[in-house]
């Protein structure tokens, strides 16, 4: 195909088919694309080089697998120079697999790397299905990322990616041998998710309900963005007694409801909406933004000297806080622009000025019994997951208005930045229990599925016989993974959209259709009438 790049991993590629331009829909120009799909073709070689020498794997070997499959995936780095270094890396581990290989010149394919376009050209169901895996891992590893940040780390997901990475290169594997590894994918996610709770939670607490302020108050402060937790905690550290305030922005929110970040008094609310409105949010703010993970969109000229980055995170000419976290620099340029005069009130997408999260599965499930009664007595009548990622593209104001419209006896539960769509409206209760209830990030998916099967378990019924519904929309490959995952449950008749993945092939989609009945969103009244009437 005659094309500068190929890329249709994110939600928003261009006419639902691909980026084939000079530059993709999130910003990322063909160059970059290039260096991506390089740096994945020698991950699949370092794959190779460790089949049959498993023992030589070590905790640098999945550090390299980890960040450079993290560093591909839509809106984390945008930088050649940071790729180079990443693809540097994992040719170097290569060679203490096979240090032989380099001075032969036989062709056995032993450790030799992949070329991506072999995947882009394949047949489109083979196509289909290892994007799906590749997709998959991409998301998985920035949850394994985030989990090993704070000391948490899982033989059974990092030796999944060799696996995995392995089955990307086989040309002449069919959809017998890729299809269960799709459903791997699932599987192994849910470990990473669990994983990734317990290092959260065993780290930081339970999250708990907590109503958060989106007032900027006046004086020096910092925005931070992503989803890196343990990057907001020595950010709160190394902020303290400094007279600068931290404000959330993006995924980041959940983190006012974990116990031990609540307790800094400077970590003060929420500024912003969704991630996709960061370009116009950002452009007049007198304090410097800090991205710790993915989300980043090209930063404008009027607000690029106020943008940092650190961790998988790079972009060109953006100063790169290094693995020491030293947020110096950061620091600084909050107290040189000095923040505002005066307190600023800004609101949501819906007009509200205040957003509650913090109901993690600890504690729905502490009320569980008083859930269970509420749904008996006829006070609950159903369940809506409605959640995932945001995005630009038209046809988002669905969930919304979906929400807006759901019947007063159910209860929304949301995560990730697909709810700032609705986050902010006032719904009113249920039996003293907000009707909208956010869970966390979309590393948190793994609580939404907890309280499922516990409730599933309390009425002694499947999942899929509970009044429960999930309403989801996607954007990036974090999305690809949970949902595979549900798969692997056995979760049946969800609802995606704003459409469907480009990269699934109709086959594939005929397959997930008839197995486990997914389908794309159509109107708010329509789908709601088809929910409740199930």
Not at 169 to 185: A, F, N, Q
Not at 249 to 268: D, I, T, V
Not at 328 to 335: F, G, M, N, R, S
Not at 457 to 464: D, I, P, Q, S, T
Request: aromatic letters at 8%.
């Amino acid at each position: 195909m005659d094309r500068k790049m190929f890329c249709f991993q994110c939600e928003q590629t261009a006419g639902c088919k691909g980026c084939m331009g000079i530059a993709g829909i999130c910003g990322k120009k063909a160059d970059i694309a290039g260096l991506q799909d390089e740096l994945t073709g020698v991950l699949v070689g370092l794959a190779r080089a460790t089949e049959c020498n498993e023992s030589l794997i070590t905790a640098s070997t999945d550090d390299i697998v980890i960040d450079g499959l993290f560093a591909t995936i839509t809106n984390v780095n945008f930088d050649a120079d940071a790729l180079r270094v990443l693809i540097e890396r994992a040719e170097d581990e290569k060679k203490k697999f096979a240090p032989g290989c380099y001075a032969c010149a036989s062709s056995c394919g032993k450790t030799r790397n992949y070329d991506m376009n072999a995947l882009w050209n394949a047949d489109e169901d083979i196509r289909s299905l290892k994007s799906l895996i590749l997709f998959g891992i991409r998301g998985i590893a920035a949850y394994a990322y985030h989990a090993a940040a704070l000391g948490y780390t899982d033989g059974t997901v990092t030796r999944f990616f060799y696996k995995a990475l392995y089955a990307i290169g086989r040309d002449d594997w069919g959809m017998d041998e890729l299809l269960p590894i799709v459903m791997e994918v699932g599987k192994v996610n849910l470990t990473c998710m669990e994983l990734l709770d317990r290092a959260n939670t065993g780290t930081y607490g339970h999250p708990a309900p907590a109503e958060v302020s989106m007032t900027v108050e006046k004086g020096p402060f910092i925005v931070i963005s992503g989803h890196d937790l343990h990057d907001l905690k020595l950010l709160l550290d190394q902020t303290a007694g400094r007279g600068v305030n931290i404000y959330t922005h993006g995924e980041m929110l959940p983190a006012h409801g974990y116990p031990e970040l609540r307790r800094y008094p400077h970590l003060k609310g929420n500024f912003g909406t969704a991630w996709q409105n960061q370009q116009r949010e950002f452009g007049s703010i007198p304090a410097p933004v800090l991205f710790t993970t993915n989300c980043l969109m090209p930063p404008r000229a009027s607000y690029a000297d106020r943008v940092f980055t650190t961790g998988a995170v790079a972009y060109p000419e953006l100063i790169h806080i290094g693995d020491d976290r030293d947020f110096t620099p950061v620091i600084e340029k909050a107290l040189e622009l000095g923040g505002y005069a005066e307190d600023q009130h800004f609101t949501g997408i819906n007009g509200g000025d205040k957003v509650m999260t913090g109901f993690g599965h600890n504690t729905i499930l502490s009320v569980a019994d008083r859930v269970i009664e509420a749904v008996k007595s006829g006070a609950i009548r159903h369940f809506f997951l409605v959640g995932g990622c945001d995005g630009a593209r038209p046809g988002r104001s669905y969930y919304t208005d979906f929400v807006r419209q759901t019947p007063s006896d159910s209860v929304i539960l949301t995560l990730a930045c697909g709810k700032y769509r609705f986050n902010d409206l006032d719904l009113g209760t249920i039996g003293g229990l907000p009707r909208i209830m956010d869970m966390g990030q979309c590393n948190d998916a793994y609580g939404a599925i907890k309280v499922a099967l516990a409730l599933a378990e309390a009425f002694g019924c499947g999942v899929n016989e509970l009044p429960l519904s999930l309403v989801l929309s996607w954007y990036e490959q974090k999305a690809v993974c949970i949902l595979l995952t549900l798969l692997y449950l056995g979760i049946k008749n969800i609802l995606l959209g704003p459409s469907l993945p480009a990269f699934v092939s109709p086959n594939v989609l005929n397959f997930l259709v008839e197995n486990y009945g997914i389908a794309p969103v159509s109107t708010p009244e329509e789908d709601l009438a088809r929910l409740l009437n199930r």
